[in-house]
């Protein structure tokens, strides 16, 4: 069992930056690769990012490229997703997603690939 708690979520102005934080718990930390997705309102969940377990790979979608960098924090087992240049349709529900599994080559984008999720955390951008 892993347990995922989002925190740094809220409402902000576009073109400000927001930092959001997942800790986690009930496994080792370093052993799972780590994702955020998001879904707005009216929409379906989207990926968002993915870094592996030492944080050297990760991978973005094509809508936050260049404006969100995911990190992570083995240590206190904590994954950052460090957002900038906010615009109204990064508007969502954000939620950090854990995949146990190893073997994988390539880094999971699809939510049917994660295991564990957090309960999501609110980003509104206002125009």
């Known amino acids: 069992q892993v347990q995922l708690v989002e925190s740094g979520g809220g409402l902000v102005q576009a073109g400000d930056s927001l930092r959001l934080s997942c800790a986690a718990s009930g496994r080792t930390f370093s052993s799972i690769e780590m994702g955020w997705f998001r879904q707005g309102p009216g929409k379906e969940r989207e990926f968002v990012t993915a870094?592996?377990?030492?944080?050297?790979?990760?991978v973005y979608a094509d809508s936050v490229k260049g404006r969100f960098t995911i990190s992570r924090d083995n240590a206190k087992s904590t994954v950052y997703l460090q957002m900038n240049s906010l615009k109204p349709e990064d508007t969502a529900v954000y939620y950090c997603?854990?995949?146990?599994?190893?073997?994988?080559?390539?880094?999971?984008?699809?939510?049917?690939?994660?295991?564990?999720w957090g309960r999501g955390t609110q980003v509104t951008v206002s125009s």
């Open positions: 997603a854990a995949d146990v599994h190893l073997g994988s080559q390539t880094l999971p984008t699809k939510s049917s690939e994660y295991d564990y």
């Open positions: 870094i592996s377990r030492g944080g050297a790979r990760s």
